[in-house]
């Protein structure tokens, strides 16, 4: 499907709803514990692309030079049909939208998680998965898409950013799947927007919330002591958001706290110098 059809197929579903408003929707990143110590312990604090970590494995790994986020309070993966609690990450970054921050960053997005694509959907469309990857790449406007896409396929935004079942499929039909079993299978990884920076993208004036998991055996977080303490001065300065949730919280806990997370990170400051 060609970028303009797509959007064709948006406007057509979204009927005469409101386009969404979600050009201060904030972005989320989930981390490792080690990587983000190495990481806030610096000057200038930023997540990098493969190639700047010198992490790419080789020169046809089309990830390599991106930093990957979601346009929705989620993480991945959901789970494998075990408790989802096992898959809690040990941070989950929250950065402001790039309209409100000056430091700016090339962004590229599609409607679909691209290893969704790549993996759990390669059946369905084999080789043409990469022809509507590249196809279905925007870029600068992206956030224009997404307005009318939230509302093309969920009666509320709020259905969007939880991930609820749509309430309509998307053009692709990629929302809900049928399984081989013959049962529908519905995976927030299928439509949540994916957002893409090229090579970097800095903590400075858009870093604004972090939760982070708690070890279970003692109470204290897998970050070292001293990138957990900057967080706390941060917060206490009012720059950032601070949520600490334990690993045996329930699946919908987590959702709800990611949910709030996000949308209170418009009431700090940002990450400054």
């Known amino acids: 499907m060609e970028r303009h059809d797509y959007v064709a197929a948006l406007t057509a579903l979204k009927g005469k709803r409101d386009v969404a408003d979600c050009e201060e929707w904030p972005l989320t990143h989930t981390f ?19 190639r700047l970590r010198r992490e790419s494995s080789s020169e046809s790994d089309l990830n390599q030079d991106f930093v990957f986020c979601y346009a929705a309070p989620r993480r991945k993966p959901k789970g494998d049909g075990r408790s989802r609690a096992l898959h809690i990450p040990p941070l989950v970054l ?15 997005a599609h409607p679909f998680d691209s290893g969704g694509l790549n993996r759990k959907l390669e059946h369905i469309f084999g080789k043409d998965r990469t022809r509507i990857r590249d ?8 956030r224009t898409t997404l307005g009318l896409f939230v509302p093309a396929l969920f009666d509320s935004p709020d259905a969007y950013l939880k991930g609820d079942v749509p309430d309509r499929a ?37 870093l604004v919330a972090v939760l982070i998991a708690l070890d279970l055996d003692r109470p204290t977080t897998k970050i070292s002591e001293e990138a957990y303490q900057q967080l706390v001065s941060r917060e206490q ?14 699946a919908k806990q987590l959702d709800d706290d990611l949910f709030d997370l996000f949308c209170n990170a418009y009431s700090v400051e940002g990450w400054t110098t």
């Open 237 to 250: 300065r009012g720059e950032i958001l601070l949520k600490n949730v334990r690993h045996d919280i329930t």
């Open 94 to 108: 929250v950065f402001r939208s790039q309209s409100e921050s000056s430091a700016a960053v090339e962004e590229f």
């Open 170 to 206: 998307d053009p692709l039909g990629i929302s809900a799947r049928r399984t081989a079993k013959g049962q529908v299978e519905h995976d927030p990884w299928f439509f949540t927007w994916e957002v893409k920076t090229m090579h970097r993208l800095p903590f400075m004036g858009r």
């Open 135 to 142: 196809e279905l790449t925007f870029r600068d406007d992206w």
């Open 32 to 50: 490792g514990s080690k990587e983000f110590g190495e990481c806030v312990n610096t000057d200038s604090p930023e997540l990098k692309s493969k």
